[in-house]
């Protein structure tokens, strides 16, 4: 049986688990889905009501030898001052009180309908991770936004054009990359509402009335990258891209993401995951099939897990 580590125990399913929180469990598993950040990227509390503030540091000073009876300088690391805000997702769901009476069983109707709910918001979360725009004020800056030149951090891949994708390779923890939720937020910043019977008005004739259950589904969360080291991207990638060529890149940046982390992360769409669950069959000394730490099977690049995410385009831009 796989042996969670702390930075697995600290997700925000385990955080509400722990809580005994059954219905934020249920929401962040379902959401899980379709946003498989959810799985491994840890979740901590927003140190200023919604908005997180941190010291990223960009240098870290080199000591000095000393000589006996003689003295060394001072030094200090830089640090520059990252705010990430906390984004507000939210969805209402009506039902006809006549439908669901009818059902045969109204509970379980209404869950079907909150599960299909939920994995449109687990995408719509997913999607703001990977490409939210930080200068709009519904959104915060996602991955894409935050490294969006060839540079220390984003490796290119060689593609042309604009039908190229992206990778992300993350080393995940408190000081490295992780997701943020509302301070005092008992439930991860996930809630079901049952807002009960409700009469609405009819979409065809506003004079109209009928009954409704109604619910409300939030998410309320955002992202920090404390060490700018911690996410890597491979952008530029083509469709035709020679696997063992994309093989070779990831390997190249995962061994510049920061050592120490307890948990390293591939995020990838189902074309790149395909590619690299078929390379499996054949390079197994490099790429090899595993469980995760809840049991579940998935391929492994060295020590980093691949996760599908399929929000992330074929159809990107090419990254200067």
Known sequence: ????????????????KRANAPDPFKIIEIMGLTNEFLLDV????????????????????LGEHRIYNRGVGRVA?????????????????????????HSGNK????????????KGMGLTQAQTIVY????????????????????RNVINAGGTGSSLTSIYLCAVGLDLFHLIY??????????REDRGLLDVPDPADAKKMYPVYREYFTAQYGITVRDPDSVK?????????????????????????????????LYANLDIHSKLDKAARDRGNVIYSATDPWGRPITQVRDMRIRRMDVIENTEEQVA
């Open 1 to 16: 049986m796989p042996t969670l580590n702390m930075s697995d125990q600290m997700t925000a399913l385990e955080i509400v």
């Open 42 to 61: 840890p979740a901590y509390e927003a140190n200023s009501g919604v908005v997180n503030k941190t010291l990223q540091r960009s240098t870290v000073p």
């Open 77 to 101: 690391t830089q640090t520059d001052i990252v705010t990430d805000r906390v984004a507000h997702l939210g969805a209402y769901s009506d039902v006809d009180a006549s439908m669901l009476e």
């Open 107 to 118: 509970n379980a109707s209404r869950s079907s309908e909150a599960v299909g709910i939920l």
């Open 132 to 151: 939210g725009d930080g200068d709009k004020a519904d959104e915060f800056a996602g991955l894409m936004y935050r490294l969006n030149k060839i540079g």
């Open 182 to 191: 509302p301070k005092g937020s008992r439930t991860v910043g996930v809630e």
């Open 233 to 265: 991207r491979i952008a530029n990638i083509a469709g035709n891209i020679n696997v063992d060529d994309l093989i070779d890149l990831i390997i190249d940046a995962r061994l510049r993401l920061p050592q120490g982390a307890s948990t390293y992360v």
